[in-house]
């Protein structure tokens, strides 16, 4: 009865383990799989629906007009004498305002 008793035991201890490890595993899901990926899919649609004229915030907080848009690129034009053009990836603009709100 004993070693009835003690195998027993020991494959409730394997499958508690494998209970921590499913449990643990749709946390991380969960907690952080899941919002990375809403929030990628907003800034990719952010980006997809940028147009000449719009107001971005750079990653580095800059705010500039975008004057061109290429397919991963941008020139964004900064300061108030319109004549400091600067051309950056599409990933380092944080933030669009269409320039019709």
């Known amino acids: 009865m004993n070693l009835l008793a ?42 997809s629906t940028m147009e000449v004229g719009d107001v971005v915030v750079t990653t580095s907080g800059f705010y500039g007009v975008l004057i061109d848009i290429t397919e991963d690129d941008v020139i964004v034009e ?15 603009i944080a933030e669009v305002e269409k320039s019709d709100e």
């Open 6 to 47: 003690a195998a027993n035991g020991g494959t409730m201890g394997f499958e508690m383990i494998l209970i921590y490890v499913v449990l643990i595993g749709a946390m991380m899901y969960f907690m952080a799989i899941r919002p990375q990926k809403k929030e990628q899919k907003r800034v990719n649609a952010m980006l």
């Open 78 to 92: 900064f300061g108030s004498n319109r004549n400091c053009r600067i051309p950056m990836k599409k990933a380092a």
